[in-house]
């Protein structure tokens, strides 16, 4: 089977890009390998004779060939600028690239899927992965699928914005669509800029680790195996129209997950550190429009999709690190 992946160089590209070719599905590939892609790791991929690269932006008139040409079965769209903090800085790339790019493709997986015959169009899936941020701040409780959209920054803007056009294009065309909201995810292959990889830097390196405002804020954690396998499982079972959340209940501020890491690291003596906690860390001027909470309800994709995390919070936590120390800082 075919399947079509955006923005298969980043984090969560690389990863599920990875998943797919070990259960030797023919993944073709398509980024335009911005500051955030991991250029190592797509040069070991072309190795392998199932995984087809393209050096391409999804703003560009060329998907149109790019789609054709795979005959996917499955089209998943990844591409997008994904830091919070240079959307605050530098918008403009977010709306192009996050809105415009997303257009770009949607256009152009509507004129393929159109052409295919009865059953190919029967089997065809496109999936936008979106995020819990679409969803804004929440001061208590959890988010579900039918919750308002309340974008806080020009990244979820953009990202809440795509998921419209998405909307509109399974209302509309009838293209077969389906959105996913995933919390924030860690794992392998992240860029230094996110918190995880950012705060081991920070510790190898003996510089203090930024932490905004009070460190209070909350983030809900997925190790990206899991999100993955939820991204599966989606295409393979969830219904085309539909949305899922994807959550994993490990709800922690940012400073108690620092405290955490550090933990680990000592208990692993990957480094020593003997210091007290307030000797690594340092408080910045907190992010404009800094959102204080997220968090999901996945109800919907457990009950119908029977999908749930397999991996622990400490466990996977222990891999990411061990990844960032021995394999890439
Ligand atoms: P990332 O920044 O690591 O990777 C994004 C990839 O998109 C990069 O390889 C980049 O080169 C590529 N890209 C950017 N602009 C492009 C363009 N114009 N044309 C082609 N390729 C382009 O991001 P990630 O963490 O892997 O996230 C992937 C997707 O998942 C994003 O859409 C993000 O919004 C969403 N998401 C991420 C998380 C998370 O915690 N990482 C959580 C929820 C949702």
Do not use: A, N, P, R
């Given at each position: 089977m075919n399947i079509l992946i955006f923005g298969c160089a980043g984090f969560i590209g690389i990863n599920l890009t990875h998943h797919f070719l070990k259960k030797k599905h023919k993944v073709i590939g398509v980024d335009n390998l911005t500051y955030a892609s991991n250029i190592d790791e797509i040069n070991l991929l072309k190795k392998n004779i199932n995984f087809k690269f393209f050096k391409l932006d999804i703003r560009s008139k060329q998907i149109q060939r790019i789609i054709d040409k795979s005959q996917p079965k499955w089209v998943i769209n990844l591409a997008a600028e994904s830091h919070v903090d240079n959307s605050i800085n530098n918008p403009n790339k977010f709306i192009t690239t996050n809105i415009n790019g997303l257009y770009n493709i949607l256009l152009f997986t509507e004129r393929y899927y159109k052409k295919l015959n009865n059953i190919n169009k029967k089997n065809f899936k496109f999936l936008q992965i979106s995020t819990?941020?679409?969803?804004?701040?929440?001061?208590r409780g959890s988010a579900n699928e039918n919750f308002r959209y309340n974008p806080s920054s020009p990244y979820s803007a953009s990202k809440a914005s795509a998921d419209m056009l998405v909307n509109s294009w399974n209302v509309?065309?009838?293209?077969p669509t389906i959105i996913s909201y995933s919390c924030n995810n860690f794992g392998p292959f992240q860029n230094k800029e996110k918190l995880i990889p950012k705060v081991l830097l920070s510790l190898k390196n003996s510089k203090k680790i930024p932490v905004y405002g009070n460190g209070m804020n909350k983030r809900e954690w997925i190790f990206v195996k899991d999100h993955i396998l939820a991204i599966e499982q989606i295409l393979n079972k969830g219904k085309t129209g539909n949305t899922y959340n994807i959550g994993s209940k490990n709800n922690i501020s940012n400073l108690d997950l620092i405290k955490k890491i550090i933990k680990i690291v000592k208990k692993k003596n990957y480094l020593n550190l003997d210091k007290k906690l307030s000797y690594y860390i340092e408080f910045v001027k907190d992010r404009k429009?800094?959102?204080?909470r997220y968090s999901l309800n996945c109800n919907k994709i457990k009950k119908k999709l029977s999908w749930k995390e397999k991996y622990t919070f400490e466990e996977s936590l222990e891999k990411t690190i061990y990844h960032y120390f021995f394999y890439k800082l």
């Open positions: 819990d941020e679409v969803y804004g701040s929440l001061i509309t065309y009838k293209l429009g800094h959102d204080f």
